[in-house]
């Protein structure tokens, strides 16, 4: 892991920016408050993560808890974050649920190059991708994500049948509010699914 301080003078704001390999924390905010005599807390915001701490600190001190931080947060994340395998299980229980677990994937795993689409699948050897963006979001958006890909196992395009798989789940309309909100908001995704880009893979 590769880093950059700027860090603020004791009694000041300072700024802390890591530059990481995947899974990384990109940018961490750090900020002083002189109401602070001790207690040091962190939190992420979007795809920053900010690290409050007493404005007393030397720069020492801050580069100190901020690793220590960092690292109490990934923990964390990992904890709150379902990895491949558990990413699998939740498919398959869904598949079960609704779609009479006829929509069987060969994988099921989490991918970090998906930064125009939420999911995709290739029907032709039964694997699904998943964003790595949905995993802070809410469970019932994940769920409706990874239905929207089993959905495709059984029909590859965005017809009237394919929709009506999806009809047993009751949040589906919910889900796509919330993401088309985000996407909207970010101004960084499609609002809407994409068009496939490849006859083999579907979004």
């Known amino acids: ?10 009694g000041t704001r300072g700024r802390y920016r890591a ?45 100190e808890w901020v690793a220590t931080m960092l690292t109490r947060l990934r923990a964390k994340d990992r904890r709150r974050r379902p990895n491949d395998a558990a990413l699998a299980a939740r498919a398959a229980l869904l598949s079960q649920r609704h779609l009479a677990g006829r929509a069987r994937p060969a994988s099921v795993a989490w991918v970090d190059n998906q930064q125009a689409r939420w999911g995709s699948c290739t029907p032709a050897d039964a694997t699904i991708r998943i964003s790595s963006r949905l995993r802070p979001m809410p469970s019932y958006v994940l769920d409706y ?9 059984l029909q590859p395009s965005h017809g009237a049948k394919f929709w009506a798989l999806l009809e047993s789940y009751p949040l589906t309309e919910r889900a796509r509010g919330f993401l088309q909100g985000y996407s909207l908001a970010c101004g960084d995704l499609p609002a ?12």
Do not use: K
């Open 19 to 63: 530059v990481v390999d995947q899974g990384g924390d990109g940018e961490v905010d750090v900020r002083r408050s002189h109401r602070r005599r001790r207690t040091v807390s962190a939190y992420r915001e979007g795809q920053r993560t900010v690290v409050l701490i007493p404005a007393r600190f030397t720069p020492e001190q801050e580069r």
């Open 1 to 10: 892991m590769q880093r950059r301080w700027d860090v603020g003078a004791p």
């Open 192 to 203: 809407e699914e994409p068009e496939h880009a490849d006859p083999g893979t579907v979004h």
């Open 145 to 153: 994500v990874l239905l929207h890909e089993l959905a495709h196992l």
